[in-house]
T-cell receptor, first 108, second 124 residues
Framework: SYELTQPPSVSVSPGQTVSITCSGH??????TSWFQQRPGQSPILVIY???TRPSGIVERFSAANSGNTATLTISGTQAVDEADYYC???????????FGGGTKVTVL | EVHLVESGGVVVQPGGSLRLSCAAS????????MHWVRQVPGKGLQWVSL????????QYADSVRGRFTISRDNRFNSLHLEMNRLRAEDTALYYC?????????????????RGQGTLVTVSS
């Protein structure tokens, strides 16, 4: 089965930039999405189709996807960005969606 | 505004059955593929199942295939998940989600989770 691998945690200072990676075999050939989940809340879609921000998502969220790695970047990180982040991809071979294990972003 | 309200989660014994529902509003329900996603408390997200706009196409995660059945009723803007032969590892918060694409739009391979979820606990 297809697998997506994320680092368990990353930390960042307020105002700095942090990048979260998501790795999978030929992931660049698939469309990747990213979800943010703040403590005690439901997940929110912050990126879809590799690079598109849904309406209402702030510009400091950006993403890229190439080769075997997709990357979510948060610029000018704020305390409100402290959350778990999950990548998602569609595996056409198994006709299933796959989530990465999630990355906890801590704003120090 | 898109609104999804899940219901039906309860405590059930291993081997038991349960039916979850999701009431949708704020969009043309019959135009969209719908999904179920679950999350074990304190753990990560897992996609469970999808059903296309008219119910002709359904897909399942390996862990639930053969035990769970997804369905929809476009007359009543409702999505359902019939869960049979439940196991302890099915214990989770279950969310329904609306696909980003639609019947008249190319697939975008993503979805929005808009509800608060309904908690299923499988325990004796």
């Amino acid at each position: 089965s297809y697998e997506l691998t994320q680092p368990p945690s990353v930390s960042v200072s307020p105002g700095q930039t942090v990048s979260i990676t998501c790795s999978g075999h030929k992931l660049g050939d698939k469309y990747t999405s990213w979800f943010q989940q703040r403590p005690g809340q439901s997940p929110i879609l912050v990126i879809y189709q590799d690079t598109t921000r849904p309406s209402g998502i702030v510009e400091r969220f950006s993403a890229a996807n190439s080769g075997n790695t997709a990357t979510l970047t948060i610029s000018g990180t704020q305390a409100v960005d402290e959350a778990d982040y999950y990548c998602l991809a569609w595996d056409s071979i198994t006709a299933t969606y796959v989530f990465g294990g999630g990355t906890k972003v801590t704003v120090l | 505004e898109v609104h999804l309200v899940e219901s039906g989660g309860v405590v059930v014994q291993p081997g038991g059955s349960l039916r979850l529902s999701c009431a949708a509003s704020g969009f043309t329900f019959g135009d969209y593929t719908m999904h179920w996603v679950r999350q074990v408390p304190g753990k990560g997200l897992q996609w469970v199942s999808l059903i296309n706009w008219d119910g002709d196409d359904t897909q399942y995660a390996d862990s639930v295939r053969g035990r769970f059945t997804i369905s929809r009723d476009n007359r009543f803007n409702s999505l359902h998940l019939e869960m049979n032969r439940l196991r302890a590892e099915d214990t989770a918060l279950y969310y329904c989600a609306k696909d980003k694409g639609s019947r008249i739009q190319p697939a975008l391979y993503s979805f929005d989770i808009r509800g608060q979820g309904t908690l299923v606990t499988v325990s004796s």
